[in-house]
């Protein structure tokens, strides 16, 4: 199911990656950076999902390491690498967290 934003925890399940290996990869890479409400909840977008599929394919299927997938996202080598996120996308985020402040 697409949804608009993924909690960390969502995005675990899906992925079968623990919290910590999300936050550390978050801080490698520029690209994984989701955005945040008012309480440090991270939401993370479709296009963080196919980020982090594709570094989980490049660190645990191809070996490559974390400098060499840094490099190769870099230079723009990998066909599906997903784009950087928009400002428009963090706006939705914070929305996101308005409403919920506002429906509890």
């Known amino acids: 199911m697409t949804k608009l934003y993924y909690k ?3 995005v675990c399940e899906l992925t ?4 910590s ?3 550390f990869w978050e ?3 520029k ?10 909840q991270r939401f993370y977008t479709e ?4 980020l982090v599929r ?5 660190l645990y299927e191809e070996k490559y390491t974390i400098d060499g997938a840094k490099k190769k996202l870099k230079d723009g080598t990998v066909d599906d690498a997903p784009s950087e996120p928009c400002r428009h996308d963090e706006l939705k985020a914070e ?3 308005i409403l919920n402040i506002l429906n509890s």
């Open 31 to 40: 690209q994984l950076r989701p955005s945040k409400s008012g309480g440090g």
């Open 95 to 97: 929305l996101a967290d």
């Open 54 to 58: 594709l570094l989980m394919k490049m």
């Open 47 to 50: 296009k963080h999902l196919e």
């Open 16 to 19: 079968g990656l623990r919290p």
């Open 21 to 23: 290996v999300l936050r």
């Open 27 to 29: 801080k490698e890479f």
């Open 8 to 10: 960390i925890g969502e």
